[in-house]
T-cell receptor, first 117, second 113 residues
Framework: AQTVTQSQPEMSVQEAETVTLSCTYD???????LFWYKQPPSRQMILVIR??????QNATENRFSVNFQKAAKSFSLKISDSQLGDAAMYFC??????????????FGQGTTLQVKP | EAGVVQSPRYKIIEKKQPVAFWCNPI?????LYWYLQNLGQGPELLIR????????DSQLPKDRFSAERLKGVDSTLKIQPAELGDSAVYLC???????????FGDGTRLSIL
């Protein structure tokens, strides 16, 4: 069975600085998706960024980028120029790659990010 | 894309009482999910529907939990009777269009007294 581990329960960053959130996973599959979701205190889970395992290039979305190391089964999220609105709980998630995109998400335990003004 | 609507937003009940949560994926996507999120943890799948059919309910505690998705649109998740350990957030999600990942509702926060 696949597992996702986030070893940093809490992180803090100064506004405008850069922070990296860690995620490792375990799987025997060769094709899969990885995601970072953000959950502000209002609770709605919002997609931040995703990575297809077959793509070697790391995904980037504006201030958010990932460092995907497939052999090491590592998937870290880098937030550049941190903003107060980035404060939230961040979840790393795994999904099996298949003929459809309907598989369940397997989440890590989450990392609470605090942004200091 | 349209969102996922859940109600109620909050629910407080006494233990042993029944409770129900409702989810409308709005845009009528075929696949709907119910996740359980305990405080300070990541969500875990309870059940997944493809249209009206529950295709993955292996983690649904069937002695007290039940779910239905009539007509393949709205879904209801029920707990009867509720226990103290059921206090959590119940999230509903649907698949996005094309190859997009899942979209989540705001969730229902359940508190058992």
């Amino acid at each position: 069975a696949q597992t996702v581990t986030q070893s940093q329960p809490e992180m803090s960053v100064q506004e405008a600085e850069t922070v990296t959130l860690s995620c490792t996973y375990d799987t025997s599959e060769s094709d899969y998706y990885l995601f970072w979701y953000k959950q502000p205190p209002s609770r709605q889970m919002i997609l931040v960024i995703r990575q297809e395992a077959y793509k070697q290039q790391n995904a980037t979305e504006n201030r958010f980028s990932v460092n995907f190391q497939k052999a090491a089964k590592s998937f870290s999220l880098k937030i550049s120029d941190s903003q107060l609105g980035d404060a939230a709980m961040y979840f790393c998630a795994y999904r099996t790659y298949g003929s459809s995109n309907t598989g369940k998400l397997i989440f890590g335990q989450g990392t609470t990010l605090q942004v200091k003004p | 894309e349209a969102g996922v609507v859940q109600s109620p937003r909050y629910k407080i009940i006494e233990k042993k009482q029944p409770v129900a949560f409702w989810c409308n994926p709005i845009s009528g996507h075929n696949t709907l999910y119910w996740y359980l999120q305990n405080l300070g943890q990541g969500p875990e799948l309870l059940i997944r529907y493809e249209n009206e059919e529950a295709v993955d309910d292996s983690q649904l505690p069937k002695d007290r939990f039940s779910a239905e998705r009539l007509k393949g649109v709205d879904s209801t998740l029920k707990i009867q009777p509720a226990e103290l350990g059921d206090s959590a957030v119940y999230l509903c999600a649907r698949t996005g269009q094309g190859d997009q990942p899942q979209h989540f509702g705001d969730g229902t926060r359940l508190s058992i007294l």
